[in-house]
């Protein structure tokens, strides 16, 4: 095996170049030599302490509220964890599912920052103990702090007294998603359906939260958010009517 010759300025030096005088008196040699005493300057600027990144951690919270994340940045990301949960499920019931799930962890992410936020904030914050009002809470402020804006209406179901629906006629999250035909009756906004249902778990309103495609003329992306509420919030609603 051949080792690469050391480079000239620190090649070594062999005995047979040097007289035992050169040995015995380093000075006289010129390639070790150190500058004279007169020519170090003494009057040297004291260095300037490294700036350390700022630490996420040690951000205000209450601070960052506008902040803004690149719509293509999150929708490409959106995308990659839609096609890596599909390749393992078996079906569509299944990937909703899943989808459910991730939102749900971020639901709880979004209403303890949101809480944190309205108590640093207010001198008495409040909370609510109406279904209506935290609905509403739902349908402005966790949707303008997840997606840059308000949902687009709020019904309630004619039929069933335990279910209400959130109308999202253009959700972001689905602007840039191309479901094959073969699975139309997916829902990406599965997603959206856990955040919901983490923050009214989180707020005291249990209930089941699923998202429905439900297209309109001018709006082919309409998705309909249901929330259909466990028995315990109605009879809780009913003490508070009498």
Not at 46 to 68: C, Q, V
Not at 138 to 166: C, L, R
Not at 210 to 225: D, E, K, L, M
Request: proline share 6%.
């Amino acid at each position: 095996m051949q080792h690469a010759q050391p480079h000239s300025r620190f090649s070594v030096l062999s005995n047979s170049s040097l007289s035992s005088a050169e040995l015995i008196s380093p000075a006289s040699s010129t390639r070790f030599s150190l500058p004279s005493a007169p020519s170090i300057n003494t009057t040297l600027a004291t260095p300037k302490p490294a700036l350390s990144r700022p630490n996420i951690y040690d951000r205000n919270l209450s601070k960052t509220r506008t902040a803004e994340v690149s719509a293509s940045a999150f929708a490409f990301l959106f995308s990659e964890v839609v096609q890596y949960t599909q390749k393992r499920v078996s079906g569509i019931n299944d990937l909703e599912r899943r989808l459910n799930t991730l939102g749900y962890r971020i639901g709880t992410r979004v209403l303890e920052l949101m809480a944190w936020r309205a108590e640093s904030g207010s001198k008495a914050p409040k909370r609510e103990v109406r279904f209506l009002p935290a609905l509403m809470s739902i349908h402005t402020q966790v949707w303008k702090a997840v997606f840059g804006k308000p949902a687009d209406a709020i019904e309630k179901s004619v039929s069933n007294e335990d279910e209400y629906m959130i109308i999202d006629n253009d959700p972001s999250i689905e602007r840039h998603i191309s479901v094959p035909r073969d699975m139309s009756q997916l829902s990406c906004s599965s997603f959206t359906a856990g955040i919901v249902e983490a923050v009214l778990d989180g707020l005291g309103f249990p209930a089941r939260v699923t998202a429905h495609n439900t297209p309109v003329q001018g709006h082919p992306s309409r998705t309909t958010i249901l929330i259909k509420l466990e028995k315990s919030v109605l009879e809780r609603e009913e003490v508070f009517k009498s």
